[in-house]
């Protein structure tokens, strides 16, 4: 089994910052990708940001400038800076990682619990 354990979330004005950090744990051999989606009220899950294991990022369109995707690599490890925040940004963040057990074999995605982000006066 794999965990994802996020953490960071938290109530934040208009303009300012936040970073989130998952970190993964258990029977791992490797993560190809870790990335971050969102999920506000009433709303679809979107992609806000992934990395893959060599270094390769992609940025939802509402993100792309504000937010930046990183991540260490040997602590299975991924950060999301997140500047300028606006009250649209508000939603609850999961952290998601595409793992491979052992050397060879197909990957398998994994979901954290969720980190609530809130942007308000």
């Known amino acids: 089994q794999v965990q994802l354990v996020e953490s960071g979330g938290g109530l934040v004005q208009p303009g300012g910052s936040l970073r989130l950090s998952c970190v993964a744990s258990g029977s791992i051999y490797s993560i190809d990708r870790m990335g971050w989606y969102r999920q506000g009220p009433r709303k679809q899950r979107e992609l806000v940001a992934d990395?893959?294991?060599?270094?390769?990022?992609a940025y939802g369109d509402s993100v792309k400038g504000r937010f930046t995707i990183s991540r260490q690599h040997a602590k299975n490890t991924v950060y999301l800076q997140m500047n300028s925040l606006k009250p649209e940004d508000t939603a609850v963040y999961y952290c998601?990682?595409?793992?491979?057990?052992?050397?060879?074999?197909?990957?398998?995605?994994?979901w954290g619990q969720g980190t609530q982000v809130t942007v308000s006066s």
């Open positions: 990395i893959t294991s060599g270094g390769s990022t």
């Open positions: 998601n990682a595409e793992v491979r057990h052992f050397r060879g074999w197909d990957l398998t995605g994994y």
